[in-house]
């Protein structure tokens, strides 16, 4: 079977007049397609955070001219340094007048046995993915929670914190991290009326993931879906949009699969 991806699916105000932040923002995936439809689904003022300098700045430049929103700003940082974290909380609190949605949306993967896998590597994937989500979930929290208007997180993880799939046991248990800090901190952030759940998506295929992955295996994974094709970054980020709009209002704590395979 391959299902094609319906025409693109116009935005209906969804998030109308929200601020948003989103980290990883300056890539060929899902990031990026968030903060289209950010824009798209009416968000007053969107923060661009990236750790590449130059995606960063084209990103922005791209992001006003397609969607016609000017209140577009940047800030670059790395997730896995807490300075950095700070830094860009604080930076788009002061840009937007205080952030409504948060998307943690920077993950790190490779390819690698674990018989071969050195001590860098997992933590270098556990860092970024894991640890940087928790760093911005924690900071935003405190944040919001000083504010006392409420606020919305959206985590992103992956269908590999539920699934099993050769050289990925890093990757795996970060995303599987992500899960469980999800649910957890939406526990503790209830209490001040801030939303935190994920979205947990199969396979998005795009340029800079073509390049880390081999064919083959870009082929298998795309073969076990139902559908028989990968997601479009702009299939997940629907799925990021309904998680940061009021049409989830009643939903704090869970990951949303966004594939067509059963985990
Ligand atoms: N692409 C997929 O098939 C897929 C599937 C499941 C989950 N995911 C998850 O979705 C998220 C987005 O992945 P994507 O493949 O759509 O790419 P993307 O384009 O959304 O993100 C890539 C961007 O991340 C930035 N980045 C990398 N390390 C960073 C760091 N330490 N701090 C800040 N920015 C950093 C890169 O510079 C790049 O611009 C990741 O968390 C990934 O694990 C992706």
């Not at 002061?94 to 993967?109: F, K, Q, R």
């Not at 896998?117 to 940087?132: F, S, Y």
Request: charged share 20%; aromatic share 6%; glycine share 8%.
């Amino acid at each position: 079977m391959n299902l094609k991806a319906p025409e693109y699916v116009q935005g209906h105000g969804l998030i109308k007049g929200k601020s948003v932040l989103i980290t990883a923002a300056a890539g060929a995936g899902i990031g990026f397609s968030a903060a289209t439809r950010a824009a798209e689904e009416g968000a007053r003022a969107i923060v661009l955070s990236d750790i590449h300098v130059g995606r960063l700045e084209a990103a922005v430049a791209k992001l006003r001219e397609e969607t016609g929103l000017q209140q577009v700003y940047a800030k670059v940082g790395n997730v896995a340094v807490e300075e950095d974290v700070q830094a860009l909380v604080d930076f788009a609190e002061a840009e937007t007048d205080g952030v409504d949605i948060l998307i943690n949306n920077a993950g790190l993967g490779t390819s690698k046995l674990l018989i071969e896998m050195e001590d860098d590597e997992w933590n270098r994937v556990i860092d970024v993915t894991l640890n940087g989500t928790m760093r911005m979930t924690r900071y935003m929290m405190k944040i919001m929670k000083a504010r006392g208007q409420g606020g919305v997180i959206v985590n992103n993880a992956s269908v590999l914190g539920w699934r099993a799939q050769q050289e990925q046991a890093h990757y795996a248990a970060a995303k599987a991290g992500v899960m469980a800090l999800t649910r957890c901190a939406a526990m503790e952030a209830a209490e001040f009326n801030v939303r935190i759940n994920a979205v947990s998506p199969s396979i998005v295929l795009h340029p800079m993931l073509r390049k880390s992955a081999s064919e083959e295996l870009l082929a298998e994974l795309e073969s076990k879906e139902a559908y028989g094709r990968a997601a479009e970054a702009w299939e997940v980020a629907n799925v990021m949009m309904f998680l940061a709009s009021d049409y989830s209002s009643y939903m704090t704590g869970e990951i949303v699969s966004c594939s067509s395979q059963r985990s």
